[in-house]
């Protein structure tokens, strides 16, 4: 059986004589080389190691080269090993960041519409009448905090005439008929004012004859009937000669048709 230093250094148990023998040859031996017989050849018992790159699995060389070539290869599994691990990071890494996104976005989309059930239940009929009917109630709080007059009001004096636009409040609409006794125009104006102040009651109408206000002769016989419009002590219509634009025979919806068009009346 062979020995560690054999497999080691290569096996010689064929052909081989050790140095004891060498001494024990005979003479006759000695002789017969000396005469010049060739010798035999022996075998080479050291066969050739394969390369090292070349490795099928198994070490065909248990020498050092085979135990250095076997320790390379471990090596280079363990390299293409670490580099597929990270390749399969990587791979999930970009699954996971792919997912992630979604479930997010889906869990925003839920509460949405849980938010979304909630609100519709608020906004069921009886919420949507309860609620109708408090602002119902707070319109009228508001109306009945602004003035009511309902009818038209003749201005006597210059002071009257200051006093009913400054000293009035200021969410009130005031609008002055200024007149002239002896212009049928203005005789038609009064009637359909009249019948205005009764439908808008929170609208002030009052009228003021032209010569009390101190304005031209000019303007008392073609400027009238006139129609002035205040708000906040502030003037925002001033309509003069308006025989031009209503003729001298109108009536009462001529007249709110034409405030309204001009943003003095609001649409019933």
């Known amino acids: 059986m062979a020995t560690l230093d054999d497999k080691l250094l290569g096996e010689k148990l064929h052909n081989y004589c050790s140095s004891s023998e060498d001494e024990g040859e005979s003479d006759d031996d000695k002789s017969g080389d000396e005469e010049g017989d060739t010798p035999k050849p022996q075998a080479s018992t050291n066969a050739e190691p394969p390369p090292i790159n070349s490795w099928s699995g198994q070490a ?29 990071r990587i791979a999930l890494a970009k699954k996971l960041t792919l997912t992630v996104q979604p479930e997010r976005e889906a869990t925003q989309a839920k509460q949405i519409e849980e938010l979304e059930d909630e609100l519709s239940e608020l906004m069921d009929e009886e919420f949507l009448l309860q609620y109708q009917k408090q602002r119902m109630e707070e319109l009228m709080t508001q109306l009945q905090k602004v003035p009511k007059f309902g009818v038209l009001t003749t201005l006597n004096t210059q002071d009257e005439f200051l006093n009913a636009i400054d000293k009035e409040d200021t969410k009130v609409t005031v609008i002055i008929h200024i007149y002239n006794n002896s212009t049928r125009a203005c005789e038609t104006m009064d009637g359909c004012l009249n019948v205005l102040a009764s439908e808008y009651p929170t609208i002030k109408f009052c009228r003021i004859a032209a010569d009390i206000t101190g304005l031209s002769c000019h303007f008392r016989v073609d400027g009238v009937p006139a129609l002035l419009v205040y708000k ?22 001529d007249v709110e048709r034409f405030l309204i068009e001009y943003g003095m009346l609001p649409e019933k």
């Open 60 to 88: 065909s060389n248990t020498g050092p080269k085979g135990v250095l070539e076997d320790w390379r290869r471990f090596k280079q599994l363990e390299a293409e090993n670490r580099a597929e691990l990270a390749k399969e």
């Open 232 to 253: 906040a002590g502030q003037i925002i219509g001033n309509f003069v000669q308006l025989v031009t634009e209503l003729g001298t025979d109108f009536f009462a919806t």
